[in-house]
């Protein structure tokens, strides 16, 4: 079996291969990277990186300055003791799985994953093998958080910007500025209705595009000429005066958080819709028994052992890889 090991925040280690997922450090000759958020990039990576070439370009964006190899979904990479392909993780754009097999055996690392997945992303897919050790995220990790259908989280976010819009109101939509703020941008543009998006997430729209997504008509923020538009920003940005020249407007939040209804109160928004760029608790679970992996590691998260009860209750033996785990 192989060795699991957690190195640093979000890193993993897989020590006998000298391979990195998401890791930064001098231990990994070869080092793959799950998605372009900030908190999975090995900013102090020292082998050879790789990078699906959507996530690649998030990365330069961010001001990563080393050289990244592209590795497309579906082609398979060779080091002198393993094999690593990316799978689609439904996440964000270039999101990817890791499967590293070698003849210790097989590890599928989720990164940030979703599914059913986002529909601005290239969608979810497992490897057909059989899965020895499944390193799984579980950020979402209590039974409370169950997403609505997501025909209704569409409609919830078209009809808060098109009655707003027709109350002669500006909508906002606070959403974080890579992946969750372009699904909506994809969701809404068969409103046909011009979206002004933050300078932040503006500049990786065209990331989107480059892949053939449509996000509609769109351009950067401008305050001068922002209010009667469809407005997208993190929620930080509000606290920077983002349009606080707009009187008439309306602000949906849009995070998995919002379940928790206690957001609303400190981020004073007119609408909370749990729209996640994760999979839920019980479509964690479901995907656990639908793998049977002999093993299965749980990381990113603060209730693991709530995940390990119910996959105790299945049979499913799993562990807590925290920075002690080897
Ligand atoms: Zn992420």
Redesign the pocket.
Known sequence: MLKVKKAGNHGILLPQLKIGLDYSGPKADHIFV??G?A??IPWKAKGAVYATPPTSKFMAFRGVKYEVNDLPFGKTVKTNNAQITFFPAG??LG?AMTFVESDLGNVLYS??YRTPPSPATEGFKLPDARIDSFITEATFSLPVYRWADYGKLKADITEFARSALEDDYTPIFLAYNL?KAQEIMHLLKDLGHPVQIHGAGFKLCSVYEEEGFNLGSYETYDRNTCAGKILICPSSALNNGFASNVKKKRIAYCSGWATMESRRTQLTVDKLIPLS??LDFFELIELCKKIQPKKTYITHTPNPEVVKHYLDEAGLLSEYLDSKST
Do not use: L
């Open positions: 799950s998605h958020h908190d999975h996440h964000i999101s990164g940030d992946g760029d994760h």
